[in-house]
Every structure is written in C-alpha cells, then in structure tokens.
C-alpha cells in the first residue's frame, strides 16, 4: 500500500517512518513556503529517529502536489488545521473521486473542503505521536495506542464499506470509531489543555522565553480547576449531540494506555507530556489552532445549540486580548463551517448516523 503525507512537519514525518516501518510506501508532501523541516531532512539524506521510535529512515519527499496525488489514492493530511485551507487550494486542481483524505487532526475539516471532488473524507482528534523536530532529527516522545476517527458522509453519498477496513490497515494503531466527525472533533482534548496552559502561564512563557516544561510544572491545580470548567462545556456540548463523551483526562488515558486520575497527575506523570518544554513566545499553534478551530467551532456549536458555553469564550475574549486577534471571526464559526443557515435540529441531524452501525 502507498501512501501520500500532505505536511512535513513532526507529526507528517513521525507517521511516514512508522508506516514506512510497517511495509508502506511513503511520500511526504511539503508545501513550497513551509520546507524547514523537509530541507534538514535534505541536507542530512536521511531522517533519525529517536525516542519512542528510533532508527535511520529515508523518507522521499515532494512539492509537487501532482506527485503526491498521483503517488497514492490515500491522502493524509498532517498540517495545522490552520494550513488546511492552502493545502485544499492545492488539492482543487485535481478530480480526488477515487481518492480518500484522512485529515490528522481533522477540526471538521471536511466541512471547510465541502466543494472538494472527492471520494471520501476521514478525520481524526490528534495526531497518533506526540513529537517535536529539529535539526537533529525527529523526537517521539509518545505514541498513541488508539485515536478517534469517523467519516464524513454527505447525505446521499454511498460509501463503499471496505474502506473501513483499508484505513484500519493503514494506521499501525487501533482506531475509535465514532459516530461522526463532530464526535472526533469535541474529542480533540488540546482544546481544553494548550489554550488556558498558554493564557495561565503566559508571564512565564515571555519571562523565561519558555524555560521550563509547559506540563510539568504549567498545569498545576488552578490551571487544572479551569480546564475542568472548559471541559464540562464540552462534555455538555456531546450531550446536546446525544453523544456521551468521555472527560480529556479519561481521553488522554485511553489514546496512550495510562490511567491517569486528573490534570494535574497527568502533568506530573505522563511521560509524553511531562517533558514537553514551553514554547519560546504566545505566537504559537497551541493558541493560534486551537483558539480559532477548536474553541470558536465549540462555543459556536454551543451557542447554536442552547449549551451555556461562558468558560469557553471567556478564554476565547481573553486570548483576543492578549493577541489582538479576532478569533472569533477568523476561528471555524459556524459561517466558516457552512452551517449557519440550520436550525437546532437540523445541525443535530446533519452528524446523526454517518457511519454503518456494526463498526
Ligand atoms: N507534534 C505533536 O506532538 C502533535 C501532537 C498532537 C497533535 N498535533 C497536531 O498535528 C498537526 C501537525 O503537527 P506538527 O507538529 O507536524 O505541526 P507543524 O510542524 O506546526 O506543521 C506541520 C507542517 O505543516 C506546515 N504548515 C503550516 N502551515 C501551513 C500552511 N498554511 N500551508 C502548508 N503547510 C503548512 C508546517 O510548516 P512550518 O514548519 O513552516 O510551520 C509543517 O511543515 C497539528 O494540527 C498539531 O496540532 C501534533
């Protein structure tokens, strides 16, 4: 089987070892401007690996997108959701009916792409490895045993079952189906984890220029009692939904087989989060993707729904304080996810029922 990763940053090249490991033929996809990563990778001829996966690895990379649609009908997407939209620029120059795109992780992705020509589209919560990036090589710092993903399936469009099958052959970890994209979506727990991280050790982060480890000694018990606020709002979003999601704790534990009891133990602990260092400044993915697409897509979903959704936009108001962005209007609101136009019960029945029940 041959796949193309569209994204060369960590998590793009983490899967392409691990597939590359498991006997898959890998091309990785970097975009024209975004090639720090891919030109290392160039200049050394070769990939290391450390951590949680080692070894040499030569990974065969492209910024031609043609190559990559023609390398494989398996397109997975590894960019911030934030750069999803340049990559679906990209990608509307080709006909992709026979192609599948599975969006790592997916922000309801296929929502954004609804004019795309294309086969079928599969979305995750996060990415299977927790990993950075430098001119050394690539770090793991953890690999998941299981990630959530569902399909998206616009009404009337028949979806060959054996599909399911493909994409669990694919992944070298065990899949979580669920019952829709917007079940993944609310489970993508950085939403509750990087914002108020950020936002609540910000002095620090500027102070220090992120000297000292964002989880280990960030999350402590007052970060961890407003995390519990924003992800009850969650929980009650899933409720509106009809979906019983599980706490980000309990995710968290069930994505990496721990069994950790709240926040803060996890922060101490769990060693693919316990030695992950602060980032240097606040101009950083862990506010600029998870604000824009996870916290706006719920609090708008939230608002549309009736769900008293004020821990989350107070850390949404806050954040556009602190940056002077307008996430509000520039994050997947329901205008940006085309679904403003539905009633309550329209966006309820628009994720109802999207994946064949025996899954
Ligand atoms: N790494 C992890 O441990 C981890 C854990 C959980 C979830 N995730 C999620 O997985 C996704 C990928 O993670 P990552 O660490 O690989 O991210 P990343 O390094 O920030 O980005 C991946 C690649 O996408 C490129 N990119 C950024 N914006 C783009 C745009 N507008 N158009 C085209 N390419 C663009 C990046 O280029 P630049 O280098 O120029 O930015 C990089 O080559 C993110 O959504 C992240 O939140 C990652």
Not at 36 to 59: P, T
Not at 203 to 210: K, L, V, W, Y
Not at 214 to 222: A, H
Request: glycine share 8%.
């Amino acid at each position: 089987m041959s796949v193309s990763i569209i994204g060369a940053g960590p998590a793009g090249f983490a899967l392409a070892v691990d597939l590359q490991h498991h006997g898959k033929d890998v091309l990785v996809y970097a975009h024209p401007t975004h090639q720090r990563h891919a030109n290392s990778i160039k200049d050394n001829g070769r990939l290391e690996a450390r951590g949680a996966m080692e070894g040499f690895a030569h990974i065969e990379v492209t910024s031609d997108m043609r190559k990559a649609v023609e390398f494989s009908r398996i397109l997975i997407l590894t960019v911030p959701s934030t750069g999803q939209e340049t990559v679906l620029h990209e990608l509307k120059q080709f006909s992709l009916r026979r192609h599948t795109i599975i969006a790592i992780p997916g922000n309801l992705f296929s929502l954004v792409a609804a004019d795309l020509d294309v086969g079928c589209i599969f979305e995750t919560n996060l990415s299977p490895y927790s990993c950075r990036m430098d001119e050394n090589g690539l770090t793991v710092l953890g690999r998941k045993s299981l990630i959530f993903i569902a399909p998206f399936l616009p009404r009337g469009r028949p979806l060959n079952s054996s599909i399911f099958a493909t994409v669990q052959d694919l992944f070298p970890m065990q899949l979580r189906w669920c019952s829709s994209i917007v079940e993944v979506c609310l489970s993508n727990v950085n939403g509750v984890f990087h914002p108020l991280m950020m936002l609540m050790n910000a002095g620090r982060i500027e102070s220090t220029a992120g000297d000292f480890l964002l989880y280990r000694d960030g999350l402590t018990r007052s970060v961890g009692n407003a995390m519990l606020a924003v992800d009850r709002v969650r929980i009650k979003i899933g409720e509106a939904f009809g979906l019983q999601l599980k706490s980000a704790v309990e995710i968290s534990n069930e994505c990496y087989g721990q069994s950790f009891g709240d926040f803060v133990d996890l922060a101490r602990n769990s060693p693919p989060h316990n030695k992950l260092k602060a980032p240097p400044g606040l101009d950083n993915r862990n506010i600029s993707e998870d604000v824009p697409d996870l916290l706006v897509c719920w609090c708008s979903l939230a608002e549309k729904l009736g769900v008293d959704a004020a821990p989350i936009k107070a850390v949404i108001v806050l954040v556009e304080m602190v940056t002077g962005v307008d996430y509000c209007e520039t994050g997947r609101n329901l205008r940006r996810l085309n679904l403003d136009s539905l009633s309550r019960d329209e966006l309820i029945a628009t994720f109802k029922g999207m994946i064949p029940s025996r899954l």
